[in-house]
């Protein structure tokens, strides 16, 4: 058996996108199937969309068949063996394997359509998450301001106002959020669905240096930020002026809370690589 020393910890894995990648690079596989091996025996799920929600560990079969005709679920695990399978992350481990082998894995010279491996710290850049966050910070000050003896309701008059200007928003998925790592030279942005976050939450994900696998979806100097609200839509000078305001309450309120947010809405003549992501891992030493 050979060995693999580039161990790695997953952190977002779009399952979906992965295997029609290594599907493209094996020529296909004909089904598979979503299992997890648990302590009682096997669960399987067929539909690729589909989540398995027991405990254990989720392995896929990948165009291979049962040794047996009985079914895997409620089938001991001892009479079961499968022809090929894979966990979430050694079939990432594969794929990217292959794709720097084959040298389709870019370092540098990007296009439209490269895979690329990118490290670096990517940030929030939600302003419905901001909002959120102004209306958390509100609460917490209303109820200090309770304690205190203090009648005035100026924190819950303010709260109110942040929800209004969060209806009229609105964000497009509840599921998307919109990342962006903005280096010297260049803006990367990509999309990430909370729903493909694995093992780990969102708060690693903005405040830590990570590794995220991508294929670049396109190239420019002019690009739409907050493209996960209605905000893309409206014109670029009006938009700096209310996030000017949003930044400035963001710095008048720095030493009360802390908000690991971009807020970038202008590239500011810097190349903009909107990137489709494909998963996001921490290497290990």
Do not use: W
């Not at 991508?214 to 739409?224: A, L, P, R, T």
């Not at 209310?242 to 970038?264: A, M, P, R």
């Amino acid at each position: 058996m050979k060995e693999n020393n580039n161990l790695f910890l997953p952190i977002y894995v779009n399952k979906d996108r992965l295997l029609d990648i290594n599907s493209i690079l094996f020529d296909g596989y004909s089904e598979f199937s979503e299992m997890t091996l648990e302590n009682e025996g096997i669960g399987k799920k067929d539909n690729k969309s589909s989540v398995n929600s027991g405990i254990g560990m989720k392995i896929f079969s990948l165009g291979s068949e049962l040794s047996s005709n009985e079914e895997l679920s409620q089938t001991n695990k001892e009479k079961i063996s499968l022809k090929k399978i894979q966990t979430i992350s050694s079939l990432l481990a594969n794929t990217l394997s292959i794709l720097k082998t084959k040298k389709l894995m870019k370092m540098a010279d990007y296009k439209v359509g490269n895979f690329i491996e990118i490290t670096g710290k990517f940030r929030n850049n939600s302003i419905c998450d901001l909002l959120d966050q102004f209306t958390e910070m509100m609460s917490f000050a209303e109820l200090a301001n309770k304690l205190s003896g203090n009648k005035t309701n100026e924190y819950a008059v303010a709260k109110d106002q942040i929800k209004q200007v969060k209806q009229m928003i609105k964000r497009k998925d509840d599921l998307e959020r919109e990342l962006v790592y903005n280096t010297d030279d260049d803006i990367y942005v990509i999309h990430l669905q909370t729903g493909n976050i694995y093992n780990s939450n969102i708060d690693d994900i903005y405040s830590n240096e990570l590794t995220y696998f991508c294929q670049i979806k396109s190239i420019s100097k002019d690009y739409n930020f907050f493209s996960d609200t209605q905000l893309s839509k409206i014109d670029k000078s009006l938009l700096s002026e209310f996030i000017n305001s949003l930044k400035t309450i963001v710095e008048q309120s720095k030493g009360q809370y802390d908000f690991n947010l971009e807020l970038l809405n202008d590239s500011g003549g810097k190349q903009v690589y909107e990137l489709e992501l494909v998963a996001i891992y921490r290497k290990t030493n």
